[in-house]
């Protein structure tokens, strides 16, 4: 669920850049598997790391390691893995919801 939440964030601050209160009303192409591409809505969001970011961009880095797909397959994953990712989806949608604040 924390992947989905980064998804739903990016998605509102593309939303805050365009001025829109629907996501088809900025760009509707969105509404297809591209928008479950967390890379393509960090730069449709206007949003960008600065140099200092670092430890940002690293978070970012893990999230974009998630799948949608996974949803639908069992894990052999860690209690530690999956605190790290949580950790970092936090601390992303707080910095998300900061800069487009």
Not at 55 to 67: I, Q, V, Y
Not at 69 to 74: A, F, H, L, T
Request: charged share 30%; aromatic share 8%.
């Amino acid at each position: 669920m924390a992947g989905i939440a980064v998804e739903c964030v990016l998605k509102y601050a593309v939303c805050v850049r365009e001025n829109v209160i629907h996501l088809v009303d900025a760009t509707p192409e969105l509404l297809s598997k591209r928008g479950h591409d967390l890379r393509e809505l960090l730069r449709r969001s206007g949003l960008g790391f600065a140099p200092k970011e670092y430890e940002m961009m690293r978070r970012f880095a893990l999230l974009t390691s998630w799948d949608i797909g996974i949803r639908y397959e069992s894990s052999d994953g860690s209690a530690k893995d999956a605190q790290r990712f949580l950790d970092a989806a936090v601390t992303f949608c707080q910095w998300v919801i900061q800069k487009r604040a």
